[in-house]
Structures are given as C-alpha cells and as structure tokens.
C-alpha cells in the first residue's frame, strides 16, 4: 500500500508564489510508486483546497478559475486516521476524500516556516517532515535565531534589535546605540521574514530611517547588523536529524548588489519555463563554492552545528558571510523550509531529488515512531479526589 502523503503549500505569506515553486518541483519528483501524493493548497486568505488541477503550475496563472474548479476541504481527526474531507460538507454523498499518513510542508515564511503550521499538525497528530514547532519558530525568528547560536559560540554579525513600537517612541536613542555600537553602514531587516523582504541597507542616517521605516511595514521586531562590506555569500544545506545530520556542498551565490534580492533569488530564472521561475535553481550561483577546501569545511561544520543547535529535521539551507578582509565566517540566517528544498545542493553528492523526497519522508516517520513511544498524558482524574472548589482555584 501507497504511503499517503499531502504537500502542504501556498499559506499567507509574502513567499506564497514561491511556495507553489517549490511544492510542485517536490511533487513532481516524489517516487509515485510508494507514495499516493495529495496536494492541498492554502490560499493567501487561508482557505484549504486540492484537486488535480492544482498539479499543474500553468493552472495558477489564472487563480481565480483554478480555485473555482478545486474543491475546498478542511482536515479532522478521525480515531487514529487524519481526513480530508470537503468544506462546506455536502448534504448529501460522502464528505471524505482521503486519508492522510504524513504532511510535506513547503510553505515558506510566515504561518508556514515559522511554527504555526507545524503546531497545527501536533494537535491533529498528524506526522509532516521537517522542522519541529521549537527549531521552525527558533529559526524563523532572526534575533531569538541569533541568541541561540551566540550562546552556542556560533558567530554572528553584532547587531542591535527592537520593537518598532520602541523605535518610534524614542527614536534617537536607537539611533545613538545603533551608531555607537555597530557605526555604518549596516543593514537593517525584518526580523521573521525570508527570501530579502524588507530587507535594506544604510549607510547613513537618512537612510537609516528610511530602512526601519520599510522593514516596519513586513514585522513589528527589527533587526540592524553590522554590514560585512566585502563580503562572500556562501549557502550549505544540511539534511538529517539531532542524531545524524550531513552537509550537502556549498553553493556561492551571486547577486546583483550587496544583498541578494528577491527577484536575483526567484525571478531570474523565469524564462526556462514558460515564464514559471525555477525557484531558487535559478539563482546565479557556483557550485561548488570557490573558498578552498578548508573553509568549504569549516562552513559545513558550523552548518551541521547549527541544525542540530536548534534541534531541526529533515532539510534546512544555512547562510552565510564570509568576510574577505578578515576570513571570518559568519551565519546569516537558517531556512528550515528552503527554496526548492535545496535539491540542487544535494545532486552534486550523488543524491537526486527523488532520494532527498524519500529521506525527508522517512525522517518524518521516524520523529513519529519515536514520539509515540512517549507519555503525553497520565490516567488520573482529579475531579474524583474529593470537592472541588470551582472559581477559587485549585492549589489548596
């Protein structure tokens, strides 16, 4: 019998096109003969659909028609089985659609990457591959991200953070610490987007107003780093779990300015496919990396460590600097969903696509059997111990 697996994809993010990027290289990759795919897709109003027309990425041209032909449904718990079943249920004929044995999440960003799905799969106790809801939110989060890996002596760019709230109560003096402790130019960004959203340098006041005043419109937490100004930007991905994580090889990523943007990452690929980016495949990239073989390790290393850090599973990209002047190497931000689930990362190892689809699964039903060896709940019943006291509490 076929694993079911439904890949979960679209969400409400400023990431949502290049969700569905992602979600159908995967899905077209994925080994048909062990698993039975259901794709279901998160509108950016957050409502569910699927249906086979989802599969075919000429079809979201035209999303309005695309959605009119899908079918809405909503996932329940039924014993030990997760369903799909159609939304609103009809009145009469089955409301069932499928049944589900592990999710394949590719939502990049917010209330996808970050936790907030992941969280929703617990409750329904429903398997999914990757990141769980601590290394997903840990990660997503740019300053708690960074707070870890400093405790951890991983090194990070010195930076200042606040609330833009904060900002805007007593700007001048975030000016003064930010000047003070960091000096220009930097770069400011939001501190749980991806993909270069909201992201800007400064390399004076003005436009260090200017760059808060941006990123304050995608999060209400900043983030303002000391800028490396002669820079390699270096990407490794690392696949496994906390017991056994490898790295893939470096790729050395080329954009068009200091800051790798948006459309360098997914845009510069778009006419390959009739006018469908290929992701983050496209990108202007050297692979391998040109920084020699010592520093192409000392990146793997601190990649592993910091998957394993955070706790992660399945496949995460981890960015880096590497500072020319002084050949430091510094982390930049880990993706625990990336574009195109880093794939390309991983073909120059010996490991298609299909393999790295097929480990992801798999790691997914370990952490499963795994967790279902643990107690969640203990049999007692307080509310036979004797009289309660209602509203006055329960502590005496």
């Known amino acids: 019998m076929k694993t079911r697996v439904a890949v979960i994809y679209g969400g409400m993010s400023v ?34 659909y699927t249906g086979d027309a989802m599969l075919d990425i000429e079809e979201y041209k035209n999303l309005s028609a695309l959605l009119g032909k899908s079918q809405k449904i909503q996932l329940t718990r039924n014993g030990n089985q997760v369903i799909v079943n159609k939304e609103p249920r009809p009145k009469f004929g089955k409301a069932y659609i499928n049944e589900i044995d592990v999710a394949f999440p590719v939502i990049h960003g917010t209330f996808g990457e970050d936790g907030v799905l992941q969280g ?6 429903l398997p999914y591959v990757g990141c769980d809801v601590l290394s997903s939110s840990t990660g997503m989060d740019k300053v708690i991200m960074k ?42 960004k939001p501190a749980n987007l991806g993909s ?15 760059a808060i005043e941006l990123a304050s419109t995608f999060a209400a937490k900043i983030v303002v780093e000391k800028m490396v100004q002669n820079m390699t930007e270096v990407n490794c991905s690392v696949l496994g779990d906390y017991e056994s994580a490898d790295a893939s090889v470096c790729e050395q990523v080329l954009g068009n300015d200091e800051i790798l943007s948006y459309e360098d990452k997914y845009a510069g690929g778009s006419g390959k496919s009739g006018g469908a ?20 390790k000392e990146v793997q290393e601190i990649a592993v460590k910091a998957f ?9 990209r981890i960015d880096f600097l590497i500072d020319n002047d002084t050949n430091k190497v510094y982390i930049n931000e880990i993706n625990t969903i990336p574009g195109s689930l880093s794939f390309y990362l991983w073909e120059p190892t010996g490991k298609p696509y299909q393999q790295l689809a097929d480990d992801l699964i798999q790691l997914a039903l370990k952490r499963a059997r795994e967790r279902e060896s643990l107690m969640f709940s203990i049999d007692s019943n307080l509310f036979s111990l004797g009289k309660l006291s209602g509203g006055k509490g329960a502590k005496k």
């Not at 002596?153 to 003096?173: C, K, M, R, T």
């Not at 270069?196 to 107003?209: Q, T």
Request: glycine content about 8%; aromatic content about 10%.
């Open 196 to 210: 270069s959203v909201g992201i800007s340098k400064a390399a004076n006041l003005d436009e260090l107003e200017e």
């Open 15 to 48: 990431e949502h096109e290049v969700s569905v990027i992602s979600a159908l290289q995967a899905i077209q990759n994925m080994d048909k003969e062990k698993y039975e795919i259901i794709p279901l897709y998160i509108s950016k109003d957050g409502t569910w």
């Open 120 to 125: 929703y799969l617990e409750l329904l106790g």
């Open 147 to 188: 707070h870890v890996y400093r405790e951890a002596g991983i090194p990070v760019l010195d930076y200042v953070w606040f609330y833009s709230s904060q900002w805007n109560h007593d700007q001048e003096a975030w000016v003064k610490k930010i000047e003070d402790s960091l000096g220009y130019p930097v770069i400011v």
């Open 308 to 316: 394993q850090v955070l706790g992660c599973s399945g496949v995460s």
């Open 277 to 296: 980016s290929k992701g983050m495949e496209s990108t202007n990239r050297i692979i391998p990396a040109e920084i020699g073989g010592d520093k192409t």
